[in-house]
T-cell receptor
């Protein structure tokens, strides 16, 4: 079945770039997503990429997709303390309707 | 534009008691989802509605969980009786239609079963 994995924790200094990584197993992925979750809050959709694309940029966010290696990354430029949160990657896949399959989340801590 | 509304935000009950969660999706969104998020995990889909119809409930534990979406707008998720392992955050999400490219999540209901 489908499986999405992420590293659990990332710590960066304010102003640096953050790179959060995700790997998935399902070769029939259609869309891949990045969500942000702050403490006590729901999930905020940050961005998503179609599985046939390699890259998508949206302001400080850059998504890179290596379909051959089934690897997805989210780069946050000029990371701020307000970026501290848990980041989830998720996928939808052919035959799964629009069911999102989430990874376990990466906790990003931004230090001054 | 108002987002997805859920209530209550927090609920503490004793095991074997019933509990219900309510969700009001974004206006005009036909597709509604209930997810469960266990501590330290990503959300997992419980059920998906297209208007009033439950089109994917394969992950819903039907012996104790039930859901309804009367009139295709608000939805209620019920657990009866609750077990200790049901402690989790229950998230409601909605999307414009069945293609659901963008799913918008509510703040969730944090359930603690004692």
């Amino acid at each position: 079945g489908e499986d999405v994995e992420q590293s659990l924790f990332l710590s960066v200094r304010e102003g640096d770039s953050s790179v959060i990584n995700c790997t998935y197993t399902d070769s029939s992925s259609t869309y891949l997503y990045w969500y942000k979750q702050e403490p006590g809050a729901g999930l905020q959709l940050l961005t998503y990429i179609f599985s046939n694309m390699d890259m998508k940029q949206d302001q400080r966010l850059t998504v890179l997709l290596n379909k051959k290696d089934k690897h997805l990354s989210l780069r946050i430029a000029d990371t701020q303390t307000g970026d501290s949160a848990i980041y989830f990657c998720a996928e939808t896949f052919t035959g799964g309707g629009n069911k999102l399959t989430f990874g376990t989340g990466t906790q990003l801590k931004v230090e001054l | 534009e108002a987002g997805v509304v859920q209530s209550p935000r927090y609920k503490i009950i004793e095991k074997k008691q019933p509990v219900a969660f309510w969700c009001n999706p974004i206006s005009g969104h036909n597709t509604l989802y209930w997810y469960r998020q266990n501590l330290g995990q990503g959300p997992e889909l419980l059920i998906r509605y297209e208007n009033e119809e439950a089109v994917d409930d394969s992950q819903l534990p039907k012996d104790r969980f039930s859901a309804e979406r009367l009139k295709g707008v608000d939805s209620t998720l019920k657990i009866q009786p609750a077990e200790l392992g049901d402690s989790a955050v229950y998230l409601c999400a909605s999307s414009l239609d069945y293609r659901g490219l963008e799913q918008f999540f509510g703040p969730g209901t944090r359930l603690t079963v004692l």
